[in-house]
């Protein structure tokens, strides 16, 4: 029998595993409401945006950015830098103390699976946040001098990390940034590649060169720069969200050199539809993304937390069901 890892890097590398490496993070309730947990091949330990509580929906992340919490999620408020002054932007350590314990214990307890490190928000959605939404994408256009210093000072802060964080025992590093919409880039493609592919080159190839796997996470429609990940050396691309990108089409373009975690939908039948819908839309997710291996099996998101019952049991069973590559047909 592989161990989770070896079935992991197998796909990774588009090789055919065993079973198809599958992950699914649920919230207790939905655990609860299936009655047990489902198999994880892979761990992920994620950046901690957390640092100080103010009270019991609102805490300020390392940067000096207030965040409030919502029922599913949580979102910043009140971006902290007023004026495009990069000399403004906080210098911490984006490995906190005790981040280097948390991880060698995590591996300790997971000595068989497949274990990356996801820094949350790496580029774009920290100026974002530092911002504000429709203050960053005018910087984009109106202050790229701007753009640029602070896009290099967050540059220096994930090199410093990283010198540290390739030594640690795990297989791969993920950089987060959501790029997309629903219905597209949330930038102009050209600001893509003026300002973020080169940094994000960097990035890759020092992953690289320490021969752990690197992966991107980017909600929403990432259609138009898939192929500038692919020639600056991504490997694994997140979540792949059929609900805005085509699947099959992707897969066909660019299967050959990504692998591909998520892909199965929750924003459809899984919530709205019944039992049977949803394991086939599971299924069809699967069959596609699977084929000459390159798919990490994952749902594009976490399930909601309004998922019937029914609903939930049938999506878990599906999954099982497709790791072994049987689809029910």
Known sequence: MMTS????????SHERPDTIPA??????????????????DTVRILWEIEQEKIDSHVFRDPFGVRWERNRASACFIDPPLKEPEAGQIPRIKLL???????????????????IYYQFTMTFGERLWALRGLEQ????????PGFIHESLDILLAMHLEALQTLVLLPIDGITFGDDFGTQRGLMINPNSFRQYFRPRLAVLYEKVRAAGLVVGAHSCGDNTAIMR?????????????QPECMDISAIKREYGKDLTFRGGIGVQGSVVYGTPDQVKRDVF?????????????????????????????????????????????D
């Open 5 to 12: 890892r070896e079935l992991a890097l197998k796909a990774i």
């Open 23 to 40: 992950t699914l993070y649920v919230e207790e309730k939905i655990r609860n409401l299936y009655g047990k947990d489902f198999v994880n």
């Open 96 to 114: 906190p103390e005790g981040e280097e314990r948390r991880i060698r214990d995590i591996r300790l307890a997971n000595p068989d699976k497949f």
């Open 136 to 143: 960053y994408l005018a910087d984009l256009i109106e202050n």
């Open 228 to 240: 500038d990940y692919v020639q600056i050396g991504l490997q694994v691309f997140h979540p792949l």
């Open 284 to 328: 069809h997710a699967v069959q596609i993304l699977s084929r000459d291996g390159g798919y990490l099996m994952e749902p594009c998101k976490p399930l909601p937390p309004e998922t019937p019952v029914e609903n939930v049991r049938a999506f878990i069973e599906a999954m099982e069901q497709a790791r072994r590559y049987d689809f029910g």
